[in-house]
């Protein structure tokens, strides 16, 4: 029975699971199994990106054939031709006799290869970004070559803004139900494997990464599709950090991953003392024994940490077995920007610790410490010191870079007022009744911060009539202004002082909420009403703690934020024809025509003081 999952109205995941296999290509173990992804778009012509492992074939075939309904298959696009994804090709030529396979020219080189059937007669060989036209998607082509093999393309729906990102962005474990990486705790259940899948799949080919990664931020992307684990389509930064991350080759954590290999233990003892010397320095360690733990999970430990230390017995002349394989291995995946220490073992000639720096130190970046521990046959006590030293050298080295390594002198002038405009601010009328007055002002800081109770905080300023009569009554509003409020909106709450005007007189409107304080039915998506619940004296505001009792929406028109009033709404001040330099408050734009501006200056409109004006 079929087994699908809808992506959008006209995409389809019609891939499957496999928990059976035991070692993806051969070499892998994957206990949580792994996905084979392939999508179905159903447009004016239907398309098809990549097929399955042959082991999921039949299902896969389920999923597509109900996908598909009574529709033909127009298009098979084949992003790789690695045959956990290509497998079931032969046989889609045989169901769908008209399918057009859309591949580059590596791709049908590679067709002719594994398979039988002329590909040439059906193949629409694309390449750099070229198109193909499906309706109503258009499918860009994008080259990735060696991401994972040399004929690796992507391809990017510029409609929905979908990348189908080949073995980019994959992660071993089956599915398990859910499809897309927002539905579980990714972070938490699937980054490990995620990244061991990176590594010792895609790992070598962090400059084929970047370059792909590069391409990608060159469009904007709001789903990634691979070919193996989850889709993404929210936080996708959350895995494209990671991605950067690991084609750079730099580490993720500051910290010791110690692999070691022992035949009888004492090489363990080494690394195992190692290990507490470091923990003794506050440094954080991993172990792994190389003879039970698979290296996939190495390789990807060693992607992780900053530091790696190699612990290895000397077994006929050269590097244990276990050890051998796994340095080889790191070699072969091109690990660099690494921290390498080496402890060796031999009861009559150590020469693994040579032997292994011999390898390491061909990778790029590769610092090898100098003082290489050697044992003859187990520790002893006047070693102890030795390996004090490595862990003190290697602790030395972990040292995080430390706040004053980089700390500048505090300027003269140490606030710039210009970065304070760059917070995100809204702009709101704040309103509050005391008696039979009504008054409002402008206010710029509100902020949700709690859910339960609903609790905003809101700054009012001292000289703010309002803020006397919130103090005294305990309740206020909040009218959300919208990006149509026009100037005199905010030059009226704003600008004016309800101590000197009724900021209500002649008003057309009489709009009050359930607190019986008013507010602005106009140039407002929505109004809140709130209780004070505590207060904090910041100086110049006073900064309310309120609990939400009352919200409700008046249009969707978007908030306005302080930028947009600044840079479109607000006049733009200017000097009177006469004079050529003056002060601009830089909060409500008042122009002070003087040559000088005395140190106690007061905005007459906004009240800020001298520090908030900078001369024109
Ligand atoms: Fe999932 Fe490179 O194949």
């Not at 990464?209 to 904007?220: G, N």
């Not at 209500?504 to 008013?518: D, K, L, Q, V």
Request: glycine residues 6%; negative net charge; hydrophobic residues 40%.
């Amino acid at each position: 029975m079929h087994c699908i999952k809808k992506i959008t109205s006209d995409l389809t995941w019609v891939g499957a699971n496999d928990r059976r296999l035991a070692m993806f290509e051969g070499v892998y173990s994957v206990p949580g199994g792994v996905s084979y992804n392939s999508y179905l778009l159903t447009d004016d012509k239907t398309v098809l990106f990549d097929t399955v492992d042959k082991a999921v074939q039949h299902r896969f075939f389920e999923n597509l054939a109900e996908a598909l309904g009574d529709r033909p298959l127009d298009y098979l696009v084949v992003q790789h031709m690695e045959p956990d994804h290509s497998a079931a090709i032969k046989e889609l030529t045989t169901l769908y006799p008209q399918m057009k396979i859309v591949c580059n020219t590596k791709t049908l080189t590679m067709l002719n290869q594994f398979f039988d059937f002329d590909a040439d007669s059906r193949a629409h060989v694309v390449k750099e970004n070229d198109t193909l036209n499906t309706g109503k998607h258009t499918l860009h082509f994008i080259m990735a070559p060696m991401v994972h093999w040399p004929e690796v393309m992507v391809t990017y729906d510029s409609t929905d803004k979908i990348l189908f990102s080949a073995d980019a962005f994959g992660a071993f474990g089956a599915l398990n139900g859910a499809l897309f990486a927002d539905e579980v705790d990714f972070a938490k259940d699937y980054m490990d494997e995620a990244r061991r899948y990176y590594a010792n799949i895609v790992g070598k080919y962090g400059t084929q990464v970047q370059a792909l990664l590069k391409k990608a931020t060159a469009v904007e992307i709001d789903m990634i599709c691979p070919l193996h684990g989850f889709v993404w389509r929210k936080n996708l930064q959350d895995f494209t950090t990671k991605y950067a991350q690991w084609g750079s080759y730099e580490p993720e954590d500051r910290g010791v991953m110690i692999a070691y290999a022992s035949i009888y233990g004492n090489t363990e003892n080494a690394a195992e003392i190692l290990s507490s010397q470091l923990r003794d320095r506050g440094v954080k360690t991993v172990m792994f024994d190389v003879s039970v733990t698979p290296a996939s999970e190495i390789i990807s430990a060693a992607f992780r940490w900053s530091h790696l230390v190699f612990a290895s017995a000397t077994y006929n002349a050269g590097i244990f077995v276990t050890m051998e394989a796994l340095v080889n291995d790191l070699v072969a995946h091109n690990i660099q920007n690494r921290t390498v220490a080496l402890i060796e073992n031999g009861s009559w000639a150590p020469t693994s610790g040579g032997l292994m720096r011999d390898k390491l130190e061909k990778c790029k970046n590769i610092k090898v410490l100098d003082n290489t521990l050697r044992i003859k046959s187990s520790v002893k006590a006047s070693q102890l010191p030795v390996i004090a030293a490595m862990a003190e050298a290697i602790a030395t080295d972990i040292k995080p870079v430390s706040a004053n390594d980089n700390r500048t002198e505090l300027p003269d002038n140490p606030i710039d007022l210009t970065t304070m405009t760059k917070l995100t601010y809204g702009l709101f009328v704040l309103t509050a009744r005391d008696g039979d007055k009504d008054n409002g002002c402008i206010i710029d800081t509100v902020v949700q911060v709690g859910d339960s109770p609903i609790r905003i905080t809101a700054g009012v300023r001292k000289v703010n009539y309002t803020l006397d009569m919130i103090l005294k009554t305990g309740e206020f509003n909040l009218s959300i202004l919208t990006e149509s409020a026009p100037f005199r909106i905010f030059e009226h709450f704003g600008l004016r002082s309800g101590k000197d005007i009724d900021k209500f007189a002649g008003s057309s409107y009489e709009n009050r909420t359930a607190n019986g304080i008013r507010y602005l039915p106009e140039y407002t998506n929505g109004v809140i009403s709130a209780k004070v619940v505590g207060s904090h004296d910041c100086g110049s505001h006073i900064l309310f703690v309120a609990d939400v009792v009352q919200a409700f929406m008046l249009s969707e028109e978007p908030s306005v934020s302080y930028q947009y009033y600044a840079e479109r709404i607000k006049p733009k001040p200017a000097l009177s024809k006469e004079r050529t330099s003056g002060f601009i408050c830089t909060v409500c734009g008042y122009v002070h025509e003087s040559d000088t501006l005395p140190d106690d200056f007061i905005c007459p409109l906004c009240k800020q003081g001298a520090s908030a004006f900078v001369k024109v």
